[in-house]
């Protein structure tokens, strides 16, 4: 397939938008399969994981292929939920080009805003497919007007539903000034005629707006529209090519995908105009040095970038990747640079959801799978030894919500440290740590679902079953005051014994400045061969904690006298002092709990901004401000994270689901006193020598 031939585009857009029920009628239209399936009856060729079709929604990136006006079609299905953001971000990576679903009904929502947002970063054309006008009070003026509002009167609607509601299947063709009416069988099979009375004239008004958009988009075919006031079919084909590209114009489209209705034409632009690997020849990575180097189409060395990895039962690790120049081979030799490591290419497909075409060979431009591969993930640049080159990776939103994970069966912990680290592997927005503070194995992701999806995946194919729990919060302990403290370890029990006696000063040092040690011994009353072993015991009672069984943090302590035995004085003995010393200066040093506070980001609808602040005072957080981001609202605060376990689903809840939400930790401060007694209350320190 030549390469201007080749069409690489994701459909990407909030939730409940239609992007599965669209490319299934792409596929549908153009003879890949028979009939339409449908989310509900969980047939698509999309959504084919297990999870997806019990839960009935988009959960990873799905890549299928057809054939249109002889072009190759490469079609990017992502989800819609903000959980699964970066399978979204993933395909955006490697497309020539976006179209944006809207609700017809909802029109505009956060989902929207945000993938937005994404493929202008990658600067990608845009087109956008207003979607469900069967929909029953869908008003297509008011919608245009309010993504004009949002993205300016450079879009512009290539055609216009005439009979929206209920049996829509008449749409007004802007480019071929035409009514076309569609059968009602999703077939998207249609007839053309004759634009007539009203919907003539307005249909020749819109026709000759799309002209001057196209050429102001071209010096030379502004000159041709000067002289007569027209252009030709051909000028206007590559007017309008050259236009998308530029985003002088973002073309919108109308659909009902569920039943067929305008995806023909839909493809029909996309055959003709839309972005091919030419319009994006080379792009820009680096070498081995770090230096950066143009990677060109026409580059006879593969460069290939890996944007999605999964292991898919029967068949293995899939990696997903799109060749940037030269071509790729069964059995060839590739270095994956990221990894420094030699990589045989295995079985290579091109496939259509769980549909699996094997291929010999995938050449430039083109998107493909390639089966087990030794140690390749998400966001690797695969390319030959003599040429190595890294392709830039996505930068990923950070998680914003997490959980303690508790093994249901004991014996599994290798497995389990082998699941999360495969989870992550294939999805950058999962993240998993051991907090040793707390001693537990936290996971953390972009919501409820996404966490409860991976842990799904775990017992299904790692067959590692967990319960999440909340996290223990890292509370920590800290002093107020001065103190001092002397004690005396002395212990015989027949043999040898043991003696020591330190003597302490403790203060407050300043936040975040951890524990600082020093002794100002003088004289010869404690030899200084001890000052580790006091040192030593000091810092174990700082990592179990004095007050609550929390980590000590922020105290000076000055070892500045004691006493020793010249047989009975040993290492053991002054670490034991130094601890016991520690620990009553300690409670002596008016001692106080610090909690951790957490910066939030609330994004939502003006509508929206009362509830969530409401409910951010009621949690104790503290307003820092609230700024505009174009149409929506972005409240700053800072809440104690013992408030926030789960907040992501709260604030969703509280909005409509209508809302971005980040948080990350920000500072310690102390405790109000009836928490912290209530915390202390329940503290049973462990019995010791």
């Given at each position: 397939m030549p390469l201007n031939r080749i069409r690489n585009f994701a459909l990407v857009g909030h939730r409940g938008s239609g992007k599965t029920t669209l490319t299934e009628a792409m596929l549908?239209?153009?003879?890949?399969?028979?009939?339409?399936?449908s989310v509900e009856q969980s047939n698509t060729v999309s959504d084919y994981h297990q999870d997806e079709q019990k839960r009935k929604i988009s959960i990873h990136s799905s890549i299928t292929h057809t054939e249109w006006l002889d072009k190759k079609l490469n079609i990017i299905d992502t989800p819609g939920y903000l959980d699964f953001i970066s399978e979204a971000l993933s395909a955006l990576r490697v497309v020539d080009f976006a179209i944006v679903t809207i609700d017809a009904s909802s029109g505009i929502e956060v989902g929207t805003e945000q993938v937005w947002n994404y493929a202008s970063s990658f600067d990608l054309p845009k087109v956008i497919v207003v979607n469900g006008f069967d929909k029953e009070n869908t008003d297509f003026e008011a919608i245009l007007a309010k993504i004009r509002a949002r993205w300016g009167n450079r879009v512009f609607p290539m055609n216009i539903p005439m009979n929206?509601?209920?049996?829509?299947?008449?749409?007004?063709?802007?480019?071929?000034?035409?009514?076309?009416?569609?059968?009602?069988?999703?077939?998207?099979?249609?007839?053309?005629?004759?634009?007539?009375g009203e919907w003539g004239a307005k249909v020749k008004t819109l026709h000759k707006e799309l002209i001057e958009w196209v050429a102001e988009a071209d010096d030379s075919l502004m000159e041709k529209f000067f002289e007569s006031e027209s252009l030709s079919e051909d000028d206007l084909r590559g007017g309008v090519h050259a236009a998308v590209q530029s985003q002088s114009f973002i073309p919108l489209f109308v659909t009902s995908a569920s039943n067929n209705i305008g995806v023909a034409r839909l493809l029909d632009f996309i055959s003709k105009y839309g972005s091919s690997p030419v319009d994006r020849e080379t792009v820009l990575g680096e070498d081995a040095g770090g230096n950066p180097v143009e990677i060109h189409l026409e580059d006879k060395d593969p460069v290939v970038f890996v944007f999605k990895t999964i292991a898919e039962q029967h068949v293995g690790d899939?990696?997903?990747?799109?060749?940037?120049?030269?071509?790729?081979?069964?059995?060839?030799?590739?270095?994956?640079?990221?990894?420094?490591?030699?990589?045989?290419?295995?079985?290579?497909?091109?496939?259509?959801?769980?549909?699996r075409d094997l291929v010999k060979c995938l050449e430039n431009g083109d998107i493909g799978a390639v089966v087990k591969m030794k140690d390749t993930h998400t966001g690797n640049t695969l390319c030959t030894p003599g040429r190595q080159i890294k392709l830039p990776k996505v930068d990923y939103p950070k998680p914003n919500i997490q959980s303690a994970v508790h093994l249901t069966n004991s014996g599994d912990e290798e497995r389990v440290g082998a699941a999360l680290t495969s989870l992550h592997e294939e999805d950058p927005t999962f993240h998993f740590r051991n907090d040793e503070e707390t001693h537990e194995t936290i996971i953390s992701g972009l919501g409820d679902l996404h966490l409860q999806v991976a842990c799904q995946a775990m017992a299904e194919r790692f067959n590692v079953n967990v319960e999440l729990k909340p996290p223990r919060i890292p509370f920590r302990e800290t002093i107020r005051g001065k103190a001092e403290a002397k004690y005396r370890h002395k212990k015989q029990s027949g043999g040898a014994g043991q003696f020591a006696e330190v003597w302490i000063r403790i203060e407050p040092a300043p936040r975040d400045s951890g524990i600082d040690f020093k002794n100002s011994l003088v004289g010869q009353n404690v030899d200084r061969v001890f000052v580790p072993s006091v040192e030593k015991g000091v810092k174990k009672a700082c990592k179990t904690g004095v007050l609550a069984g929390y980590t000590v943090v922020d105290v000076k302590i000055d070892f500045y006298d004691g006493k020793m035995h010249p047989v009975d004085s040993k290492d053991v003995a002054f670490q034991i002092a130094g601890e016991k010393a520690f620990r009553e200066g300690f409670m002596a040093a008016k001692p106080c709990l610090l909690e951790p506070i957490h910066r939030i980001s609330v994004t939502v609808p003006e509508d929206c901004v009362g509830d969530v602040m409401g409910d951010i005072s009621a949690k104790g957080g503290r307003i820092q401000g609230i700024d505009t981001d174009n149409n929506l609202q972005v409240i700053t605060a800072l809440i104690p994270q013992r408030e926030l376990y789960h907040y992501s689903t709260r604030v969703r809840s509280l909005t409509g689901g209508k809302c971005l939400y980040t948080e990350e930790l920000d500072h310690y401060e102390e405790m109000p006193n009836a928490v912290a007694q209530s915390i202390i209350s329940a503290f049973k320190p462990e019995s010791s020598d």
């Open positions: 549908a239209t153009s003879g890949v399969i028979s009939r339409m399936g929206p509601g209920p049996g829509f299947n008449q749409v007004l063709d802007v480019m071929r000034t035409e009514v076309v009416t569609y059968a009602k069988d999703q077939s998207g099979k249609f007839t053309e005629t004759k634009a007539d899939l990696s997903f990747f799109r060749v940037y120049s030269g071509r790729v081979e069964t059995g060839m030799d590739l270095y994956n640079a990221d990894r420094g490591i030699n990589e045989k290419v295995g079985q290579l497909y091109v496939v259509n959801g769980k549909s």
